[in-house]
């Protein structure tokens, strides 16, 4: 058999690979190294396409070598984990933290440190690896032409990056396009600036000298046709967009409208931007001879979409219908939960966006970055909190704002380009009670704060077996007033069993549950049993959907009893059990589902939540809602959507909940992170639990920041 027919990826038995342990250093061979893959791909630890991807390599090139087949499977697996490179100097040792193999993988003869020992030790040897001249089918330089190699060494000459082709071809058109966006300075009427800020913005009289970023952020916004505004939950990043389109409106030159578009990564989000925008506008006050009409710009507006909707996403492939060559209609395109937005997402974006319009990305640097491959804000904001402004940025920032940058934010020239266009906020004005506390200890590593958050005796009431109350044993609750006057509460449930989550979806102690929801559901809308009318019907969806969002079970993996399918069909039993649900069939009155696949013709899309409800005439359908706008699918026309009892924190960006209850699942560390503990927390806007597989997982997620290899920020450095 030749060896352009070896890659046939099929396992391998162990008791095969005796010889892998006897091979003299440097003696690998393809053949070889093709087995070794296959074998790791029996055992789970690599995914079929990627030990195929090296076989693919060994068809373009019958003489690659040993460690271009293995950089090239590590590669794709990377890209799987959300990773858009694979840094050449993670390969001069085996790659143990960056591939979070078990232990007992990375040991052995037919481990990692096994294989390692045939392959290169220094990255000028693993790049002559990977650029020899019998590999010249399979990867070239970042400045070489593309012949349709599929892979590019990219990077810098300290850091040198591999990549996958279209990865490679994503990276560098986002970098070219963010920092060309950034860098073209505009005019800006400083005095008039000025004066419509003082106007949108009151000092705060009991810090009258605190710098005000949220007026920092609508000033440098002028600047250029990009700007960054990060910050965490409750630090008013809507509200400040909201008053940087009024600022944009008042010295927008007479004659044209402003062309106005909101987007965000999922359905929720982009009805929570328009809700939070459209209320922040409405209530600013302009003076009436101003000529600022806010209510026409909010009318012109429209509704906020998707990103996939705004692209207008063509059915069953990848690409859209605006692009470079039919961009955009828009001035001003504002993109809420931007760490979502992953880099083919983004670079799609920016090809459609008019070299014109100005770009303002809206987002939390610290939440999950998106689940395919990319963390583009993480990327843009990786130094946002250190400021990182040019004199002349500060100088700006003084006259037209009126605000003094701290010295301590202030660079020496050169500062970096895109730093001069990213604010961060940094007060909160939600999140200042025990669940605020308890996400600035996760963020910042602090193990013994993140406890004694949870479970500190302060104002403390206890529930449980051992106080006789009402509520599933081992649990330990603890309620504060915050200052704002809020109640916020923590929760924390020893290592228990997935039944702790179903006592909490039928409810306990009072605590928002989804007994909340189905109690509406049972009842029906006013007057029933005689015919209701269409307003009536529509009021009580609404109060159905708002009762809903009360409450939300949030998991880390789909997979295993502690994963979203075992854990929605337990919920989903417990409350049948308890006689709020009657299911008959796949379809019944009070199922929330979400939906999993883009629908244009349905105006249904990845991630969108709702909640199956009778209409007026007695049909099923799932209803969804925009605001106060309800729109509503057959069931039958509705072929990709799971039920959403439990979701997994990625798809609970966007949304927040008075009660959420984040489960953290035994045997699963690995997909754990700070990250993803963090977005759990901040999902919750007045109560939060804690639910423990096993003992010490808050710990271990805490110690594991996630962290995504990428090239994009050696665009700004």
Known sequence: MSLKKTPRMMPVPAAQMDWLSDLPAQALSAAQTVQWLNLWTGQGLLR???????????????????????????????????????SVAELCQPPVALLGWPAAMVDGAQGLKALWKHLPASRVDWQGALLGHSSSACARLADAPDQGQPMVLGGSADEPLLYLRRYAGYEQRV??????????????????????????????????????????????????????????????KTYTAARLLALLLALHPDGSPLRVALAAPTGKAAARLKQSIDDALTRLPVPADSGLDLGALIARMGPARTLHSLLCARPDTRQFRHHAANPLDVDVLIVDEASMVHLEMMDALLLALPPTARLVLLGDKDQLASVEAGAVLGDLCQDAAAGRYSAATALFVQHAAGQTLGAEFVLPDPAPVLAQQTVMLRESRRFKGAIGQLALAVNRGDAAAARACLGGPNNAEFFGAASGRDGPAGVLSRSQTAPTGQVSALLALQPSSPLAVCALALGAAGKPSYADYLRLVQTGPAGQGAEVSSETHAQWVRSVLQAFERFRILCAVHQGEWGTTALNAAVQKA?????????????????????????????????????????????????????????SVSVSRLAHADTAFVMTVHKSQGSEFAHTALVL???????????????????????????????????????????????????WA
């Not at 800006?188 to 003082?198: I, K, Q, T």
């Not at 019944?588 to 409800?613: E, H, I, K, S, Y």
């Not at 997909?671 to 007045?686: M, P």
């Open 48 to 86: 079929h396409i990627d030990s195929a991807f090296a076989a693919q390599v060994l068809r373009l090139d019958a003489e690659a070598s040993a460690p271009l087949l293995v950089a090239s499977a590590v590669l794709a697996h990377m890209e799987g984990r959300g990773h858009t490179c694979l």
């Open 175 to 236: 970098g070219q396009s963010l920092l060309q966006r950034a860098s073209e300075p505009l005019t800006v009427p400083e005095a008039a600036a000025r004066e419509w800020l003082d106007r949108f913005f009151v000092p705060n009289p009991e810090e009258p000298n605190a710098t005000d970023w949220q007026k920092v952020a609508c000033a440098v916004a002028l600047r250029a046709r990009l700007s960054v505004i990060t910050g965490g939950p409750g630090t008013g």
């Open 575 to 631: 409350l049948t059990d308890a006689g709020w649900l009657q299911p008959k069939g796949e379809w019944f009155a009070g199922r929330p589902v979400m939906v999993t696949r883009n629908d244009t013709q349905l105006g249904v899309f990845n991630g969108d939540v709702g909640v199956v409800l009778p209409s007026p005439k007695g049909v099923l359908k799932v209803w969804f809602a925009d605001g106060e706008q309800l729109r």
């Open 665 to 715: 699942p035994s045997g699963a560390a690995d997909v754990l992170s700070r990250e993803l503990v963090y977005t759990g927390i901040t999902r919750a806007r007045e109560q939060f639990t804690l639910i423990e597989g096993q003992s010490g997982l808050l710990h271990a997620a805490m110690a594991r920041p996630s962290v995504r290899v990428s090239g994009l920020r050696l665009w």
